[in-house]
């Protein structure tokens, strides 16, 4: 359904093999949580750019704990209005980032997330 890709000015991505409707399940990833407190230490290594931000809290409180997902999703590119979000699922395996488009998605086009963390980049030298 999708392959990771160069995306010209961007450098690696996400791209669509085949067409994909909205609402489809894209991928659905094994994931970690990794707590606030070592997110210091993870800022500081190629982890930084992979991670995700807890989105239950991030901006409600002055710390969240990240996610870290192992599939291509992790090489979606950040996107003002993207085509797919990320959420996450907890079961009796363990955590899930589940990948799902929220627009129709075309043949070998890009699959774009919004950083929730964004602002947190700064100049680190990542690409979106």
């Given amino acids: 359904m999708v392959r990771i890709g160069t995306v010209p000015g961007?450098?690696?991505?996400?791209?669509a093999s085949?067409?994909?409707?909205?609402?489809t399940l894209i991928e659905r990833?094994?994931?970690?949580?990794l707590?606030?407190?070592?997110?210091?230490?993870?800022?500081?290594?190629?982890?930084f750019a992979y991670?995700?931000?807890?989105?239950?809290?991030?901006?409600?409180?002055d710390s969240h704990d990240c996610f870290l997902a192992f599939g291509a999703l992790t090489f979606c590119n950040h996107a003002a209005e993207p085509n797919a979000a990320?959420?996450?699922?907890e079961d009796?395996?363990?955590?899930?980032?589940?990948?799902?488009?929220?627009?129709?998605?075309?043949?070998?086009?890009?699959v774009t997330l919004f950083y929730t963390n964004i602002d947190e980049y700064g100049s680190a030298e990542v690409f979106f």
Avoid at 35 to 47: F, K, N, S, W
Avoid at 92 to 110: K, M, P, Q, R, S
């Fill in 10 to 15: 961007k450098g690696r991505g996400v791209l």
């Fill in 18 to 23: 085949q067409p994909i409707a909205e609402g």
């Fill in 29 to 33: 990833a094994a994931a970690v949580r």
């Fill in 35 to 47: 707590p606030a407190a070592e997110r210091p230490l993870l800022d500081q290594t190629g982890v």
């Fill in 51 to 61: 991670y995700f931000a807890d989105p239950a809290a991030f901006g409600k409180e």
């Fill in 86 to 89: 990320v959420s996450w699922e």
């Fill in 92 to 110: 009796e395996v363990g955590l899930w980032a589940l990948l799902h488009a929220v627009a129709d998605i075309g043949e070998a086009e890009e």
